[in-house]
């Protein structure tokens, strides 16, 4: 199975910072890499398909980029919605797996 | 804009059988795949597997922790997917959600107790 790390498990920022999350996976999967934001006790909501390009409807202050088998999520600006949980998931092989999760809290 | 509704979870009994539903609204269900994901409480997210359309054969994809006890199906006429669970075991305790990728259900919860 293909694993995916997300770095880092935690992360406390301010309203206003600029974020990034890395997601590295085990094995090349291509640009086969979602990235979702989920809060508490809600469906995870789609944010990145195909490692970059921005689902419709979510603000482009949310960017993904990929470089070899590292996968970044970045938030240029955050706002008071954005803290929540974020995973990635590799759609390039079953099990589709994701990543531990990335909780990023109000500091 | 994507809907989806499961229904059928509950309390089971280790080694007991519940079957879940997916209902569909508001895209072209039968050309779409679709996947079940599971999260046990305060846990990250557990693909489950897929179903493909008609035009992949209804292919199926399962993770190696439920191959064998759990069974995907579709109903193309109903816009209705379904997760069979067998032999159900404590750990499988959890929301299920079946989702496109692009959009996702609410969620029902299964809890295997005695």
């Known amino acids: 199975d293909i694993q995916l790390t997300q770095s880092p498990s935690f992360l406390s920022a301010s309203v206003g910072d600029r974020v990034t999350i890395t997601c590295r996976a085990s094995q090349g999967i291509s640009s086969y890499l979602a990235w979702y934001q989920q809060k508490p006790g809600k469906a995870p909501k789609l944010l990145i398909y195909a490692a970059s390009t921005l689902q419709s409807g979510v603000p482009s202050r949310f960017s993904g980029s990929r470089s070899g088998t590292e996968f970044t999520l970045t938030i240029s600006s955050l706002q008071p919605e954005d803290f929540a949980t974020y995973y990635c998931?590799?759609?390039?092989?079953?099990?589709?797996?994701f990543g531990q999760g990335t909780r990023l809290e109000i500091k | 804009e994507v809907q989806l509704v499961e229904s059928g979870g509950g309390l089971v009994q280790p080694g007991g059988s519940l079957k879940l539903s997916c209902a569909a609204s508001g895209f072209t269900f039968s050309g779409s795949a679709i996947h079940w994901v599971r999260q046990a409480s305060g846990k990250g997210l557990e693909w489950l597997g897929l179903i493909r359309s008609k035009g992949y054969n209804y292919a199926t994809g399962y993770v190696s922790s439920v191959k064998g006890r759990f069974t995907i199906s579709r109903d193309d006429s109903k816009k209705t997917a379904y997760l069979q669970m067998n032999s159900l075991k404590t750990e499988d305790t959890a929301v299920y959600y079946c989702?496109?990728?692009?959009?996702w259900g609410q969620g029902t919860l299964v809890t295997v107790s005695s």
């Open positions: 998931q590799q759609l390039s092989n079953y099990p589709f797996t």
């Open positions: 989702t496109t990728t692009t959009g």
